[in-house]
């Protein structure tokens, strides 16, 4: 039987380096980004708790709701965390949960992220596809179960060319 080396027809061997130099960042475990998610999508139920509290209480004499004062309030809540969410982001790359855990987005070479990658290409293109019915679910499984490859990058980390680290 001819050695591999002799079959032409075999796929190259390649050796690639990583981009970063050894020990220059460490990469953030699986279990701090999913604790960072946790606290991301924890940010979000303070906000329907705040309005399931606070917008009954919004009302005008004998009871009476102020007509869209409870769209209103939960729309104000829901910009405030996006503003903060930016300013981490464009800051350091962290959300709020990010933050919290001590990890960061950053490019693979290690270079800051700007905002404009992170949203329109990091996080846009998966959530347009995850928006769409019936599959939608199985990409957004897909993207969140390749984290548990050895570069423990999702998906929209490798669309965007990002790693997250220990901050």
Known sequence: MADVKDNVYAPNEVHV???HPEGEFELANRGTRFG???LDCLTGGVIGFVAAIAVPGLTRG???VVP???LLF?????LAILIVNCIFLHRNGQTIGKK???IKVVRSNGERTGLTRIF???YLPVALLGAIPYIGFLFTLTDNLLIFRESRKCLHDT???TIVVKA
């Open 74 to 78: 939960v729309a104000f809540l829901t």
């Open 68 to 70: 869209g004062i409870g």
């Open 100 to 102: 919290l855990v001590n």
């Open 36 to 38: 960072a998610f946790l």
């Open 159 to 161: 669309i965007a060319d």
């Open 17 to 19: 380096e990583d981009v």
């Open 62 to 64: 004998a009871g009476e």
């Open 120 to 122: 329109f290409v990091r």
